[in-house]
């Protein structure tokens, strides 16, 4: 359960054409071009795929809706919250997009079967069994404490479906959303075995991912690690884009030897695994556009080491128009941001954080 005194944890009510650029490019732009050496392959799906594109289905919830619930999740593409700004790119740890939870009577129960098809669709067949653990843990459940939002006209040229709940925000935009990837920022977490985590993040899902990126670190020389350990760790929620001329925490990747990059391209595929494969192409195409992760640094955190052990909980790889901010300690939070063009603004702020001022509370 959430922390009811951490603002990070509590719960909330109502809070980027790609298509020639970021175009679904297929299973062979899984391979990212680092000095020329690619991304290992994504793992073969063991499940059926679905049936129907998830943006399919989306459009056939929508017209499923009834003016009632049209009114409360539907939306313009380009819609205001008083209190949440630009609702369609809002993303907060731990929070509903509409108040109406998917796993109640609000929703029939062919829709809320067509909300599980979506998120299956979105991603990796293989993940979704661990998905499952997490919303378990986590929720209780999925549909359970998760809600949903529709913005523009589904089957338009801009339209985008946005389901949030406690450590998750997915979208679904059928690449209609310009130069960014997932269709805007997008957040996934588990607290597998309470709220402080043990160092070790027992049953934790994603933690497999932090102990790949420390054994980066383990690979580095003295010098290189002084370049990579930060001794504070940034807000989890500041994944505004920096620009080419930002300043980065850690070490540049371009000055990494062969077989630490090679290890970091690996690092990548176990982070953008999750999801399903036209989405890692999309960050593969947007990370590209900027230079590849030559144009990234990674940084690992002093503070906050759980377990005092310095295996690292808090790390981050960024680069111009990338961030990808792990958050470990105490339990898993990982906020993702990724575009082609580092212009790209954030709930219509530049450099500024995800949250609100009243998540600071």
Same mark, same amino acid.
């Given at each position: ?14 809070t ?52 009632? !619930? ?22 907060? @740890? ?16 062919? !829709? ?11 991603? @990796? ?20 404490q ?39 920022p ?22 497999? !991912?932090?102990?790949?990126? @420390? ?24 994944i ?14 371009k ?7 090679e ?13 399903? !494969? ?5 960050v ?49 939070h ?10 790209v ?15 600071k509370?």
């Open positions: 359960m959430p922390d009811a005194t951490c603002r990070m944890c509590r719960d909330e009510s109502p980027f054409s790609r298509r020639d650029v970021m175009r679904v490019l297929g299973t062979s732009a899984a391979a990212l071009a680092v000095s020329g050496t690619p991304l290992a392959a994504a793992l073969p799906s063991t499940k059926k795929p679905p049936e129907k594109s998830p943006e399919s289905v989306v459009k056939l919830l929508h017209d499923s809706l009834n003016p009632q !619930q049209r009114k409360a999740v539907c939306f313009a593409w380009d819609h205001v919250d008083k209190n949440n700004g630009l609702l369609r790119t809002r993303i907060s @740890n731990n929070w509903r997009i509409t108040p109406q939870q998917i796993k109640s009577a609000f929703y029939s129960a062919d !829709q809320q079967q067509m909300i599980r098809d979506i998120f299956e669709g979105v991603v @990796n067949p293989n993940w979704i069994e661990r998905f499952d653990r997490q919303f378990k843990d986590d929720l209780g459940g999925f549909g359970k998760q809600g949903i939002a529709i913005f523009g006209e589904p089957g338009s040229e801009k339209f985008e479906f946005v389901l949030t709940g406690r450590h998750g925000t997915v979208r679904c935009d059928g690449n209609t959303t310009d130069h960014v990837a997932f269709g805007g997008i957040l996934y977490g588990h607290a597998a075995s309470g709220y402080f985590e043990k160092d070790t993040h027992p049953g934790n899902v994603f933690w497999h !991912q932090a102990q790949a990126a @420390n054994k980066v670190y383990q690979m580095f020389d003295g010098k290189q690690r002084k370049m990579a350990l930060v001794d504070t760790s940034p807000d989890e929620a500041s505004a884009f920096r620009g080419k001329e930002g300043k980065f925490d850690g070490i540049p990747i000055e990494l030897s062969g077989d630490q990059r290890h970091v391209q690996k690092v990548m595929q176990l982070l953008i695994e999750p999801y399903r !494969q036209s989405d890692q192409d999309e593969v195409a947007a990370l590209k556009a900027q230079g590849g992760l030559d144009q990234c640094h990674l940084a690992f955190y002093a503070d906050e080491d759980m377990g005092e052990d310095q295996v690292w909980d808090n790390w981050r790889l960024e680069g111009p128009a990338f961030v990808w901010h792990y958050r470990g300690a105490p339990h898993v990982v906020w993702i941001n990724v575009a082609d063009d580092p212009s603004k954030l709930n219509g702020k530049n450099l500024s954080g995800a949250l609100h001022e009243k998540d509370k």
